[in-house]
């Protein structure tokens, strides 16, 4: 099947109201999108998020991508994931080149599946379908008390979710104790509630002595406690704490990932096929981890991510927000959004990944 025809476009969604994690005020979510139609007139579907990078990753889709994959067979993902690397080492390696090779790889991988007249999960071979998820959501709000960031999270609690997230890191390590505590409190002892700090505390030593606060409450995970680039604090933290390091968020590449094990700075491998390199790279990540007997929960799109994690037996988590967070919008562009159902979510069964965008919600949030 031959390559005739690559578009990208960018969109930004505005959030209802702003919220902040321990390094940065998010106002607004910003997505890649790429659409490759071949000469049968078969189409994929990908997508990256962007956050302020859309575009730039449409001037290399511009100039770098699409030159290579016009007239290419969309089947051969490994050659062409290769040379996209290659011919862009230069200009990228990480960041918004790495996110436009998601989205492209993330689309070859769609039209595969709905070549074969299959899911995704199928094609790599079936482990679960069923996936627990956990709530994603106690942001830094505004105004927002100790009772209302409780009020969030029971919500939450009440739709079936047995795991959520919070954010810690931007307030001192007795304020975050006090929100983490409340929230511990009025879920109970059986709940999981994981951490994650969006690299917010400068050194290990910080870190270090925040946990010593917050580990009276057991969180199931410390997410990106100092900066992702700094492995050895973050070996060092992981070391040194009783409660398992989570990163990977940010990584992207095999070999990034290759460095995190070799140095023992995480315990939870966090890789998103979005940032990471795509459904190719994302796939020997975590089969790299699983020789390692590493978990993975990949961050954010569980519209690729359930995909994925069920072929993948070291799989933990699928990361869900509640529609109520207002934090994550994509789902503001699709027709038929996914559900999770008493903290479970089912992947879905239509070919590729199975997503259909809404026409007019995308027209209504592109960036010109």
């Given at each position: 099947m031959k390559i005739r025809e690559v578009e990208a476009l960018a969109v930004s969604i505005p959030l209802p109201q702003p919220v902040a994690d321990a390094v940065r005020r998010i106002t607004h979510r910003d997505h890649l999108i790429v659409k490759i139609r071949t000469e049968e007139g078969a189409e994929g579907l990908?997508?990256?998020?962007?956050?302020?990078g859309s575009r730039a990753m449409l001037c290399l889709i511009d100039e770098i991508y699409r030159p290579i994959l016009l007239g290419a067979d969309a089947f051969d993902t490994e050659h062409l994931w290769a040379e996209m690397y290659r011919q862009s080492i230069q200009a990228g390696r990480r960041g918004a080149a790495l996110r436009a090779i998601s989205a492209i790889d993330i689309a070859l991988w769609d039209l595969r599946g709905k070549a074969a007249g299959m899911p995704v999960m199928e094609l790599l071979g079936v482990h679960r379908r069923k996936l627990r998820c956990y709530a994603t959501?106690?942001?830094?709000?505004?105004?927002?008390?100790?009772?209302?960031?409780?009020r969030e999270v029971s919500a939450a609690a009440e739709m079936g979710f047995t795991a959520v997230k919070l954010k810690v890191g931007a307030l001192t390590a007795a304020e975050d104790a006090r929100r983490v505590g409340a929230v511990r409190r009025a879920l109970g002892e059986e709940f999981e509630i994981l951490l994650d700090a969006n690299g917010g505390w400068k050194s290990a030593p910080e870190a270090v002595a925040a946990m010593e606060r917050l580990e009276e409450f057991r969180p199931y995970w410390i997410e990106e406690p100092v900066r992702a680039d700094n492995l050895s604090a973050m070996a060092r933290i992981a070391e040194t704490i009783r409660t398992p390091?989570?990163?990977?968020?940010?990584?992207?590449?095999?070999?990034?990932?290759?460095?995190?094990?070799?140095?023992?700075?995480?315990?939870?491998l966090q890789p998103d096929a979005t940032v990471c390199g795509g459904v190719s790279e994302w796939l020997k990540i975590a089969h790299m981890a699983a020789a390692f007997?590493?978990?993975?929960?990949?961050?954010?799109?569980?519209?690729?991510?359930?995909?994925l994690c069920a072929a993948q037996p070291n799989a933990i988590f699928i990361e869900y927000f509640p529609a109520s967070s207002g934090v994550k919008m994509?789902?503001?562009?699709?027709?038929?959004?996914?559900?999770?159902?008493?903290?479970?979510?089912?992947?879905?069964?239509a070919p590729g990944f199975g997503i259909e965008l809404d026409g007019a919600a995308v027209n209504r949030y592109r960036i010109a």
């Amino acid at each position: 099947m031959k390559i005739r025809e690559v578009e990208a476009l960018a969109v930004s969604i505005p959030l209802p109201q702003p919220v902040a994690d321990a390094v940065r005020r998010i106002t607004h979510r910003d997505h890649l999108i790429v659409k490759i139609r071949t000469e049968e007139g078969a189409e994929g579907l990908g997508f990256a998020l962007g956050y302020d990078g859309s575009r730039a990753m449409l001037c290399l889709i511009d100039e770098i991508y699409r030159p290579i994959l016009l007239g290419a067979d969309a089947f051969d993902t490994e050659h062409l994931w290769a040379e996209m690397y290659r011919q862009s080492i230069q200009a990228g390696r990480r960041g918004a080149a790495l996110r436009a090779i998601s989205a492209i790889d993330i689309a070859l991988w769609d039209l595969r599946g709905k070549a074969a007249g299959m899911p995704v999960m199928e094609l790599l071979g079936v482990h679960r379908r069923k996936l627990r998820c956990y709530a994603t959501g106690g942001y830094y709000r505004a105004g927002q008390s100790i009772e209302e960031l409780v009020r969030e999270v029971s919500a939450a609690a009440e739709m079936g979710f047995t795991a959520v997230k919070l954010k810690v890191g931007a307030l001192t390590a007795a304020e975050d104790a006090r929100r983490v505590g409340a929230v511990r409190r009025a879920l109970g002892e059986e709940f999981e509630i994981l951490l994650d700090a969006n690299g917010g505390w400068k050194s290990a030593p910080e870190a270090v002595a925040a946990m010593e606060r917050l580990e009276e409450f057991r969180p199931y995970w410390i997410e990106e406690p100092v900066r992702a680039d700094n492995l050895s604090a973050m070996a060092r933290i992981a070391e040194t704490i009783r409660t398992p390091v989570a990163t990977g968020e940010l990584e992207a590449t095999r070999w990034a990932f290759a460095g995190l094990l070799e140095r023992r700075a995480a315990s939870i491998l966090q890789p998103d096929a979005t940032v990471c390199g795509g459904v190719s790279e994302w796939l020997k990540i975590a089969h790299m981890a699983a020789a390692f007997d590493i978990p993975v929960a990949p961050h954010y799109h569980w519209d690729i991510h359930t995909q994925l994690c069920a072929a993948q037996p070291n799989a933990i988590f699928i990361e869900y927000f509640p529609a109520s967070s207002g934090v994550k919008m994509f789902d503001a562009l699709l027709q038929d959004p996914m559900k999770v159902v008493g903290g479970w979510i089912e992947p879905r069964t239509a070919p590729g990944f199975g997503i259909e965008l809404d026409g007019a919600a995308v027209n209504r949030y592109r960036i010109a």
